[in-house]
């Protein structure tokens, strides 16, 4: 059975930094590239950042610049490290085993002050 279960979620401040990781099991997490999506109130989940099975990434352009995905298979865990947050990054953010249906049950990200 796959389970994808995040953590690290929380309150901070306009301009901090936080940082996400999801923990697999249930699957042979070196064959498969991994992402992260968020989804704010009233909005479709969007995809945030993905990395591959040779750890080539990809970001939204909301976020270049400012986070960056990455990964361990030796502890089957993809990490999002976010940086100078802002209020609009404010969501719930999922992580997700891309064309499998696997998600995580997500974290909460808020961004005030």
């Known amino acids: 059975q796959v389970q994808l279960v995040e953590s690290g979620g929380g309150l901070v401040q306009p301009g901090g930094s936080l940082r996400l990781s999801c923990a697999a099991s249930?699957?042979?997490?070196?064959?498969?590239?991994m992402a992260w999506y968020r989804q704010a109130p009233g909005s479709q989940r969007e995809l945030v950042a993905s990395i591959t099975v040779g750890a080539a990434t990809n970001y939204a352009d909301p976020v270049k610049g400012r986070f960056i995905i990455s990964r361990d298979n030796s502890k089957n865990t993809v990490d999002l490290q976010m940086n100078s947050l802002k209020p609009e990054d404010t969501a719930v953010y999922y992580c997700n085993i891309p064309r499998t249906g696997h998600w995580g049950q997500g974290t909460q990200v808020t961004v005030s002050s």
């Open positions: 249930g699957v042979r997490f070196s064959l498969y590239g």
